[in-house]
């Protein structure tokens, strides 16, 4: 699918401020992209700005500033291919042991997965039969169908356990709770952050958005979208990948002045077809 986005984010100060490194991930990741053009600005200038790929595969800009500005402006914008993933392969029965996907420790349960969440993800194993690619499918549309989605434009995920008691959630808590329940059957699960190319918004608006990916054990990732009930093949964009939210944040870094107060807006636009 062709993919055109600009992305604006903008941050104004009361009055001028002196920033500290800023850490961009605004631009798309490269493994399942045809071709990419892409572009970052920043304003003010920049005194340096440095690029490299993090140890989970994603580009990362860092920008460093030498003078004071009442405003923080960081534009990106590309034009992208992506490419439609493969079939699906043969995937060995449920619950996965340890060590069956190689390298896969970072993405696996960090801290003890509430009980409530586990409960919830057996009992979808059981309706699918014991079969993984049955049981993603099942929790793909069982997300969409039993929660009410809304957007909450501030605050990181809530837990797991607190977004199926709710059952609401923005994209992210989806998210949150998608990959939980794959970890509690022993699937690597990490938090992705980008685009996708359905307009539907409760607002109107264009946001960032955010879906799980699964690895399977060939060492392939695969993509699911409890958002929109669909799976994730050619009509999203990914920036950043990572197992866990906070990892994947487009724009972090400190300022300093006295007194200040600040305000942040963003622009989002996205063609595709």
């Given at each position: 699918m062709h993919f055109k986005v600009t992305h604006e984010t903008c941050y104004r100060y009361?009055?001028?401020?002196?920033?500290?490194?800023?850490?961009?991930?605004?631009?798309?990741?490269l493994d399942s992209l045809a071709w990419c053009d892409q572009e970052l600005t920043a304003e003010p200038e920049p005194a340096k700005r440095q690029d490299r790929v993090d140890a989970f595969g994603n580009t990362v800009t860092e920008l460093t500033f030498d003078r004071p500005s009442d405003i923080l402006r960081v534009s990106s914008s590309f034009e992208l291919e992506t490419l439609l993933p493969g079939p699906m392969p043969q995937l060995p029965p449920l619950p996965w042991p340890p060590g069956l996907v190689?390298?896969?420790?970072?993405y696996l349960a960090r801290a003890p997965i509430d009980e409530t969440v586990r409960a919830y993800a057996a009992a979808l194993a059981v309706k699918s039969g014991g079969s993984a690619s049955g049981f993603l499918e099942r929790l793909n549309m069982s997300l969409?169908?039993?929660?009410?989605?809304h957007i909450r434009p501030k605050g990181y995920a809530r837990t797991a356990a607190d977004t199926l008691e709710l059952g609401s959630g923005a994209c992210r808590d989806l998210t949150v709770l998608f990959m939980e329940c794959c970890r509690s059957l022993?699937?690597?699960?990490?938090?992705?952050?980008?685009?996708?190319?359905?307009?539907e918004s409760p607002d109107g608006k264009r946001h960032l958005h955010a879906w799980p990916e699964v690895c399977l054990p060939d060492g392939q990732w695969r993509g699911f979208d409890p958002t929109h009930g669909q799976p994730v093949i050619d009509g999203h964009v990914a920036?950043?990948?990572?197992?866990?939210?906070?990892?994947t944040m487009p724009l972090e870094g400190g300022f300093w002045g006295e007194s200040v107060t600040s305000t942040l807006e963003y622009h989002v636009e996205i063609e595709a077809g």
């Open positions: 009361s009055s001028p401020v002196r920033f500290g490194p800023q850490t961009l991930r605004m631009l798309p990741r190689k390298g896969s420790e970072p969409f169908e039993q929660t009410d989605r022993g699937i690597p699960a990490r938090f992705v952050s980008g685009y996708q190319a359905q307009s920036l950043c990948a990572a197992p866990a939210q906070e990892q």
